[in-house]
């Protein structure tokens, strides 16, 4: 698995040792984070939208109803910038200019090109699905070549990407270590709550296996 | 209080159900992000980055070293387009094509201003620190005027702006309600681990009030 080449719009500048062009790097945050930031120029103007992804290989999926803004805005092979950012930790220092926060992103720049295909298509269906809930695909009914019709898939290249990633304690100026303020870090993580059944959930329905053994941190698209 | 006036850009127009122009409800969302998502245009090229973030009342400050791309793009008043994206849940639906997630989204357009004097760059740090942990302004040592000279701060006016927000169960399609999938929602929320202190940290520091009553999802500014 080749590493990504710097370019002139990946290359982090600003504190550049918290760069990575690490191909693993960049597809493990891919993989743990459950929206993206799709960027793009509407009119001259920037314009952001969250959304749900999925990754395939080299390649992100994006998704949605034919009538949507972005998608309309992409289809065409318009520039697009998707972040994806994970937060790993409250960074407390002695001072307040020096607080900052541990977190993971990264940034993938290139053109989308409109996925056609049924069989690629339902294949970006599969990972949409997979990389939500790893081993979901396998439970629930397939989509129906109506569905499939009504969505429109993007597929986006991850040849220009990087991560930038910040991890470990506060760095403060020399002459405040010996001020009495607790520093340190207060990690975050995302954590799984009780699951709700849908009100109309059959009786006898028991949860399912992948929902049970669910981990948010770490799924893998693991197609089946 | 008065609400957000849609525009062009901010009307919700897919499924304009979930869009809010409530400004109660925009500020909870921004007050409980860790990070928003800055987009601007490069050589007419989309850029989105992700950074810290602090409010105070209508407006929104960012803020970096005088040397960013981002910061130097918009400091001469360039449209930008912020977000943030909180993700509450995942909608486990019968049937893969209906999956969804449950979340809660702010979008922000205008032009930034750049923070010179002296006084509101002070209460924009202030802004910045207290968003992240509330209280904890007043237990850290206070920005220096070098160190208030090296940053550069940027006010965006919170004037056209919108929430979106998804809740609730998923929603099937009505034959597959009888299928023997389990469905409903697995909520997600932010936790915090347990906190790491500095390395460096001297003996007999204990912890700080403010982080041991430290709730991320209801931090609100709360000025000293």
Known sequence: ?????????????????????????????????????????????????????????????????????????????????????????????????????????????????????EEEKARALLAFTEHVVPGRWAEVREPTRQELDATLVLALPLAEASAKVRTGPPVDDEEDYALAVWAGVLPLRVSVGEAVPDPRLPEGVGMSDCLARFDPASRRARPA
Request: aromatic content about 8%; hydrophobic content about 40%; overall charge positive.
């Open 1 to 117: 698995m080749n590493d990504f080449t710097p370019t002139e719009r990946t290359k982090v500048r600003r504190l550049p040792q918290r760069g990575s062009y690490d191909r693993a790097v960049v597809y493990d945050i891919l993989d743990e984070g459950f929206v993206c930031q799709v960027g793009f120029v509407a009119e001259g103007r920037p314009v952001v939208i969250p959304t749900a992804y999925g990754r395939d290989g080299d390649q992100l999926f994006l998704h949605g109803a034919r009538a949507s803004r972005m998608l309309k805005a992409l289809r065409d092979g318009a520039e697009v910038c998707v972040t994806v950012t994970l937060v790993d930790g409250l960074v407390l220092a002695r001072s307040a200019f020096h607080h900052s926060i541990n977190y993971r992103s990264v940034v993938v720049f290139g053109r989308a090109r409109v996925v056609e295909a």
